[in-house]
């Protein structure tokens, strides 16, 4: 909406046009008229729609042509008054002032008029058989009032509907000549329509219309109120209602009366709602609110996103199978201007055996969107409708922007829940397969995956310790000469090197060199193609000896040429990395015979579950009476008893792992 409203007044000489103005802020006619008033400024609490209006009297007497014009160019709304006792002024509107103001103003921009019959208390009879005809063969045209300065005759009435003209335009919503709404009009409200339909049963239910009702105007309608529209729309159209809900003819009937009846602010009310400017176009400020993202900091979704989201997909998923049909999938983005994921997006997440978008899939393509380009993320939420169906008071309620990662390294811990990983490898050394592997797929099913519709990206879920994580993996382009910031900016590196191949390595050498050897990121080998003949790498070092003298876990054997979906243990153990990178693990293996692996089997072994569990039922049911659990002096000691415990486990832990 416009923050201010500026009217320009013009006319024949002796119309009344200073006579309005002056009786408008007076509130009396006045004795003396000047040639021109001068402009007036009138505040924005003394008007209806709480907008500052500006007023601008012309007069050919103290004006030239050029300053009309300059006016006529800056002005909002354009009143041509004529006297309704003279016939020349009438024809004046048609033959003059009309043709004056389209050449004056751009044919893109339309400038609203109004028909302003001024001195009606000198004559007996109405004009208005005269001007109707001038209305219907101009449809710039929004209204014509008929007032008397004299009598003080809707003055107020006519600036009103001036202020209305502009604030809340019908040009933009209704044609005239075709009596009915224009296509623009008519695809916004259907995204409202469908934005609204929250359970997505092509009717808006009771809950729902009072829903939107408490959405646009701040109170729901009363049962009567809400039967009584219902009523309205059944007698207009058969298929308008339907299982005692609105249907979306009948919510278009209802806007298209409203429009018909001059209740057009309605229809705007609603329409400014859901983001939308005068031209009907989703505002810029509505689609890309402010969101301040500091440097190394990343965007995640939050869990009201999550959790908007998942209704979302819900919503649509008709079949409950917890995937998106490509049916499912266009239903669920007709919100949207255009089709926001292309064929990549199915080489990028989960998919089932069908080719469609899981549900985890899914929403791993929103956390992708998110931490990528936050601001397209803001834009599809915005498309969505995630403010209002949230009640939010913009989509970038719905992201966290993360801590600096230097202070998550300061306090050895981080609450992020997506991580990157970059993979780095020379040409065919296994890179897309590693991705692709990480979605399940193994190489089968990977030489089905058509060149264009390759990805460079792929994500999904992993656990660490039992927590849900993101991990995002990035296949880097092979030339290591050319990388960027964002090429080398991440929680993890993956260097790939092909196990076959005796040349493959040396390049994942030169990057780690480059790049990585004196920053704090770790580093993971992969010695991807496993299930071929492991041929010598040509280095002065083997892999294992690289990573020992630079302190990298051991080379890592990958492969996804297996009969069922590969291994996902390896991405595990990257999220892990990512997640405790000052802890610089020496072994992620499962080799049973270092020290980490060693903790870790005894800390999952059998024996201790059993020893813990016995401990327990021994300690509740023979050695604690009801008494003393009721004593606070005993849980004040089982509560000193856990945490010396607890600090001297954590002290072995860092004891176990520190560097030999």
């Known amino acids: 909406m416009r923050k201010d409203v500026r009217i320009?007044?013009?006319?024949?000489?002796?119309?009344?046009?200073?006579?309005?103005?002056?009786?408008l802020v007076s509130e009396e006619f006045p004795e003396v008229v000047p040639y021109r008033a001068e402009e007036i400024t009138i505040p924005a609490d003394v008007t209806p729609e709480r907008v500052?209006?500006?007023?601008v009297d012309y007069s050919d007497v103290e004006?030239?042509?050029?300053?009309?014009?300059?006016?006529?160019?800056?002005?909002?709304?354009?009143?041509?008054?004529?006297?309704?006792?003279?016939?020349?002024?009438?024809?004046?509107?048609?033959?003059?002032?009309?043709?004056?103001?389209?050449?004056?103003?751009?044919?893109?921009?339309?400038?609203?008029?109004?028909?302003?019959?001024?001195?009606?208390?000198?004559?007996?009879?109405?004009s208005m058989e005269t001007i109707l005809p001038i209305m219907n063969q101009y449809s710039e045209i929004e209204t014509c009032v008929e007032c008397s300065a004299k009598n003080l005759k809707n003055i107020s009435e006519l600036f009103y509907y001036a202020q209305k003209a502009v604030l809340h335009p019908t040009g933009p919503l209704y044609c005239p000549?075709?009596?009915?709404?224009?296509?623009?009009?008519?695809?916004?409200?259907?995204?409202?329509?469908?934005?609204?339909?929250?359970?997505?049963?092509?009717?808006?239910?009771?809950?729902?219309?009072?829903?939107?009702?408490?959405?646009?105007?701040?109170?729901p309608l009363a049962p009567q109120a809400l039967e009584d529209v219902k009523n309205v729309v059944r007698k207009n159209m058969s298929d308008g209602v339907c299982d005692n809900g609105l249907t979306l003819k009948g919510f278009l009937f209802l806007h298209t009366l409203f429009i018909?009846?001059?209740?057009?602010?309605?229809?705007?009310?609603?329409?400014?709602?859901?983001?939308?400017?005068?031209?009907?176009?989703?505002?810029?400020?509505?689609?890309?609110?402010?969101?301040?993202?500091?440097?190394?900091?990343t965007t995640e979704l939050?869990?009201?996103?999550?959790?908007?989201?998942?209704?979302?997909?819900?919503?649509?998923?008709?079949?409950?199978?917890?995937?998106?049909?490509?049916e499912e999938l266009k239903d669920?983005?007709?919100?949207?201007?255009y089709m926001p994921w292309g064929p990549d997006v199915s080489n990028t997440v989960c998919i089932n055996d069908q080719g469609w978008i899981t549900y985890q899939g899914y929403l791993s393509q929103w956390t992708l969107t998110t931490y990528l380009d936050v601001q397209r993320c803001l834009e599809y939420?915005?498309?969505?409708?995630?403010?209002?169906?949230?009640?939010?008071e913009s989509q970038a309620a719905g992201i966290t922007v993360t801590r600096d990662k230097k202070i998550d390294l300061q306090k050895r811990q981080t609450q992020r829940s997506v991580f990157r990983c970059n993979v780095f490898g020379d040409v065919a050394s296994g890179k897309s397969g590693f991705l692709q592997a990480f979605l399940g797929r193994n190489l089968m099913r990977q030489k089905m995956v058509r060149e264009e519709h390759r990805s460079y990206y792929a994500i999904s879920t992993t656990y660490v310790y039992g927590q849900e994580k993101y991990l995002l993996l990035h296949e880097v382009f092979p030339d290591f000469d050319y990388l960027s910031d964002a090429d080398v900016a991440c929680d993890i590196v993956c260097l790939v090197y092909d196990a076959s191949n005796p040349h493959s390595f040396e390049y994942c050498v030169k990057v780690f060199k480059q790049y990585f050897m004196d920053s704090k990121t770790p580093c993971m080998m992969i010695a991807a193609k496993s299930d071929l003949p492991e041929i010598k790498q040509l280095y002065a070092c083997s892999p294992l000896e690289f990573c020992r003298k630079h302190k990298m876990p051991p080379p890592q054997s990958f492969t996804c040429n297996t009969a069922a979906a590969p291994s996902k243990d390896i991405y595990t153990k990257l999220t892990t990395m990512a997640m405790h990178p000052h802890a610089r693990l020496r072994c992620m293996c499962t080799c049973n015979r270092c020290t980490f692996c060693l903790c870790q089997n005894f800390l999952n072994s059998e024996l201790l579950q059993t020893v813990r569990a016995k401990l327990y039922t021994v300690v509740l049911s023979r050695h604690v009476s009801q008494a003393d659990l009721k004593s606070s002096t005993f849980w004040l000691r089982a509560s000193v008893g856990a945490t010396v415990f607890a600090v001297l486990g954590f002290a072995v832990y860092r004891v176990l792992l520190k560097p030999r």
């Open 8 to 23: 320009l007044l013009v006319g024949e000489p002796k119309v009344g046009k200073t006579s309005l103005i002056m009786s």
């Open 52 to 55: 500052p209006t500006h007023i």
């Open 63 to 126: 004006q030239t042509d050029e300053q009309l014009s300059q006016e006529i160019s800056k002005a909002n709304v354009i009143c041509i008054v004529y006297a309704v006792n003279n016939k020349k002024s009438i024809e004046k509107v048609t033959s003059h002032w009309i043709p004056l103001i389209t050449e004056n103003t751009d044919k893109d921009s339309r400038v609203p008029l109004i028909l302003v019959g001024n001195k009606s208390d000198l004559v007996e009879h109405s």
């Open 177 to 219: 000549e075709k009596k009915d709404m224009k296509p623009l009009c008519v695809k916004a409200l259907t995204r409202i329509f469908k934005v609204s339909d929250l359970d997505n049963d092509g009717i808006l239910n009771d809950n729902e219309l009072n829903f939107f009702q408490r959405t646009c105007f701040n109170s």
């Open 260 to 297: 018909q009846r001059g209740r057009h602010e309605t229809t705007w009310t609603v329409l400014r709602r859901f983001g939308y400017d005068d031209d009907l176009e989703l505002h810029q400020d509505y689609l890309f609110p402010l969101l301040k993202i500091p440097p190394d900091c």
């Open 302 to 326: 939050n869990h009201n996103a999550y959790l908007f989201l998942q209704s979302v997909f819900d919503k649509h998923d008709k079949d409950r199978d917890c995937a998106l049909s490509p």
């Open 332 to 337: 669920l983005f007709e919100v949207f201007p």
């Open 381 to 392: 939420l915005g498309y969505l409708g995630y403010s209002i169906i949230a009640e939010q």
